[in-house]
């Protein structure tokens, strides 16, 4: 707490003046970011809405604000309270993603199967952060099975880590080394949020405990037709 104060205060006394009537706001984004990256989770910046557009010059944009700004978003990617200050200082519009496959990994489903999945989770006991992005997906973050001692039991994302794929698979995507998501909090450009439903706080759960659950919820909701899921 006493680290999440001084950067409040940072933010505050830097930002006063160039945004005052949304400096309560920026305080509160600001301890979500840093608790997230205090709970371990690597951040680097992303783009974000600019009007309904992306503010990525690319012209149509497959993931408006949803992608990182730099193809080097892996080497980016930190845990350092002081760069994501400075990264905020830069740009405070900015949305944040998280590099998957080092300190934990998410499993991505539709709303729907999220919203099942979690009410089940609930009464087995498992608990772990999740979010939800706008209406449509729910992300489950775990514990990472990314960098496993047999290297044989490795996988990436990459596919996942591609924005212009994201519309290809609908189903249940699992994001590990390789891959990122984006981090609440984030704005999208149809003007829905990424929000958390269960903070970073919570200690991450087995992934394959998770993914029984989430593979059964979508099955139930029909999420998961001709392989719609893949890990990479």
Do not use: K
């Not at 930002?15 to 608790?35: N, S």
């Not at 199967?113 to 729910?138: K, Q």
């Not at 590990?176 to 200690?203: F, H, I, K, N």
Request: hydrophobic share 40%.
């Amino acid at each position: 707490m006493e680290a999440s104060g001084r950067w409040t205060d940072w933010w505050r006394r830097d930002r006063r003046q160039e945004r005052p009537a949304t400096g309560g706001e920026a305080a509160v984004r600001l301890d979500q970011l840093l608790g997230a990256v205090r709970a371990g989770f690597p951040v680097a910046p992303a783009a974000h809405p600019a009007g309904y557009r992306c503010s990525c010059d690319r012209v149509g944009c497959p993931a408006p604000a949803q992608h990182p700004l730099s193809f080097a978003w892996q080497s980016q990617a930190t845990c350092d309270p002081e760069q994501l200050a400075r990264w905020l200082a830069r740009d405070p519009r900015a949305n944040f993603i998280t590099a998957t496959g080092r300190a934990h990994d998410v499993l991505d489903v539709p709303a729907e199967a999220g919203r099942l999945a979690l009410e089940r989770l609930d009464e087995r006991g498992v608990g772990g952060p999740v979010a939800a992005v706008g209406e449509d997906r729910y992300l489950f973050f775990t514990a990472t099975r990314g960098t496993p001692a047999d290297e044989d039991e490795w996988w990436t994302s990459a596919l996942d880590s591609t924005p212009d794929t994201m519309s290809e698979h609908p189903g249940l995507r699992w994001h590990c080394r390789g891959s990122y998501t984006l981090l609440p909090p984030a704005a999208l450009a149809d003007g829905s949020e990424v929000r958390w439903l269960r903070g970073p706080e919570q200690p991450l759960p087995d992934p394959l405990r998770v993914l029984d659950v989430l593979t059964d919820a979508c099955t139930e909701v029909g999420a998961v037709a001709e392989e719609q899921w893949l890990i990479g």
